[in-house]
């Protein structure tokens, strides 16, 4: 007995549909921020070892807290989640957020927000002027923050002039040595 196949489009068109869902969305933080070109890119090293590299992305030629932006990190050492969450507070503390309390209440913001980081994944946050901030870890939604007072103080870590580290806000800013 031989089997026969038949032909029915809609059971064809259910399929499709049900693939496209299937599909991996490509729909990652780039929406939130239509046109957005690298604007630069620097290292992070500690004692000689690169912990990640980050780049700066924004629709806005000279990016400002008036416009969205996103700073993607690519870590190249394995760091866990408490790692990350403690040294943004230190950094946070250090520019001069310094209400214990609002500080607490963003480390809860930030363990959801972060993962363990392996070498070679990436956590990018995204900068909403008004709104806050969303995170996103290797292009896939984390944790939204809707604090505006946390995204300014969370991204002043790396584009503050009171920065840690100089050097890397000038690469991101795409300053060519100009302090400002």
Known sequence: MRATTT????????????GLWAQPSCADWRGEIPGATQVGQGQFSWFGFVV????????????????????????????????????????????????????????????????????????????????????????????VVADTRFARAFFSIWLDPRTRNPELRRDLLGLNGDPQ
């Open 7 to 18: 032909f029915c489009p809609l059971s064809l068109s259910i399929v499709m549909l049900c």
């Open 52 to 143: 990640y590299e980050a780049h700066l992305w924004s629709a806005a030629r000279t990016p400002d807290w008036a416009h969205a932006f996103a700073l993607e990190l690519v870590y190249r050492r394995e760091l866990s989640r408490d790692t990350l969450v403690q040294a943004s507070l230190d950094e946070m503390r250090r520019q001069g957020s310094v209400d214990e309390t609002l500080l607490a209440s963003w480390a809860g913001e930030m363990r959801r927000a972060f993962v363990d980081v392996k070498a070679g994944q990436r956590i990018t946050g995204v900068y909403l002027p008004d709104e806050g901030c969303r995170f996103y870890v290797d292009g896939k939604p984390s944790h």
